[in-house]
């Protein structure tokens, strides 16, 4: 017989009484909550000192470097849209127009978020629908 078949016969025996005082047992060793809903797992809560606490979950890193997407432009507002999206996208007069044919469209690719910020700002004041991402 394996030790979990072992453990679940003794389990099998234990009154209501000592089966609460198990469970207190196991939280209090462990370092679980039992009322708390793990989908049908056991969470660990990493043991102090131990090598659980030096493999924490690793840290996000935060993002540095954003997109410009323009997103739409208003009919009425396509002239002024136009100059923001040629000075930020550096292109040419005659290109502009072509380049925004199809949307949503990145114009910045890869900057920092002051300078994202900076360029959507500027398709927000010409009456373009912007985002970053």
């Known amino acids: 017989m394996s030790a979990v078949s072992e453990i679940v016969e003794k389990l099998k025996t234990l009154t209501l009484l000592e089966a609460v005082e198990l469970v207190s047992k196991i939280e209090e060793t462990?370092?679980?909550?039992a009322s708390a809903p793990a989908g049908g797992a056991v969470m660990m809560a990493p043991m102090a000192g131990g090598a659980g606490s030096a493999e924490a979950a690793p840290k996000e890193e935060e993002k540095t470097l954003f997109d410009v997407v323009l997103e739409e432009i208003p009919s009425d507002k396509k002239?002024?849209?136009?100059k923001a999206v040629r000075s930020?996208?550096?292109i040419a007069v005659n290109q502009v127009k072509e380049f925004t044919?199809?949307?949503?469209?990145?114009?910045?690719?890869?900057v920092s978020k002051e300078e994202?910020?900076?360029a959507k700002q500027q398709l927000l004041d010409a009456g373009a629908k912007a985002k970053i991402v």
């Open 30 to 33: 462990f370092g679980v909550d």
């Open 101 to 110: 044919a199809t949307l949503p469209k990145t114009l910045k690719d890869s």
């Open 79 to 82: 002239v002024a849209v136009y």
């Open 88 to 90: 930020i996208a550096n």
């Open 116 to 118: 994202a910020e900076a």
